[in-house]
Each structure stands twice: as structure tokens, then as C-alpha cells.
């Protein structure tokens, strides 16, 4: 397995949600991101969560709820990629997956648009 430590990690997913575009990240609401070692036992090899409402199904009865979670995971990122760089587009990928769930756009348009 790469080896590579939860801040170098932390950094790369900064880095993949810096290079999200301007205009798509102000339109995120209530969202917040975080970084996990590993996901839950019944799913080891998830790379990423999105856990919430998305944008799409918000209506009036939308306020005062706790922030939409995204999660990505470590563990599995790293045993599933071979170098640095494979480290940081499998990222970027994950990043950009899981925000577009939050804009609610669904698993199947992803994997079409080449983020799967």
C-alpha cells in the first residue's frame, strides 16, 4: 500500500476542492467536507460519501438543519492507487464526484460524464 500520511492526504483534498470552480463552489450550501481513514465495514473499498440533501430536492422546509457531510476516505484510496499521482487524480475524482451529488446529479450521469 502507498504510504502517506492523513495531513498529506487532508492537503490533497484541499487541493482538489481549490480547483473546483469559483462559480460552482458558491453555489454550495451548508456542506462541509471531511476527511475519514476508512469507510463503514459493510463498504471497504468506498472512496467517497455524500451524505444529505441535495441542492435539487431542497424546498421551504429547508432551514435549520445540520450541513450535508462529504466524506472521503484514505484507506482505500491509497490501496487502490500505485503512485502519488495516481493518489491525487483519484482524488480530485472522488472530490468532484462527491459534490456533484450535493448539486444532485446522480451515480449513473457520473460514471457517463467519466467520474465513476
Not at 462527491?98 to 457520473?110: K, N, Q, V, Y
Request: proline content about 7%; glycine content about 6%.
Amino acid at each position: 500500500m502507498l504510504e502517506m500520511t492523513r495531513e498529506e492526504f487532508e492537503e490533497l483534498v484541499a487541493e482538489a476542492l481549490d480547483r473546483i470552480p469559483p462559480e460552482l463552489t458558491r453555489l454550495m450550501d451548508n456542506v462541509a467536507v471531511f476527511v475519514e481513514d476508512e469507510p463503514p465495514a459493510a463498504d471497504p473499498d468506498l472512496l467517497g460519501l455524500y451524505e444529505g440533501t441535495p441542492l435539487t430536492e431542497r424546498g421551504e422546509w429547508y432551514a435549520g438543519v445540520l450541513p450535508d457531510r462529504i466524506t472521503v476516505y484514505r484507506g482505500p484510496t491509497l490501496r487502490m492507487c500505485d503512485t502519488r499521482e495516481d493518489v491525487v487524480a483519484e482524488t480530485e475524482v472522488t472530490v468532484v464526484h462527491e459534490i456533484a451529488h450535493h448539486f444532485g446529479i446522480d451515480d449513473a450521469r457520473l460514471h457517463a460524464l467519466g467520474y465513476g
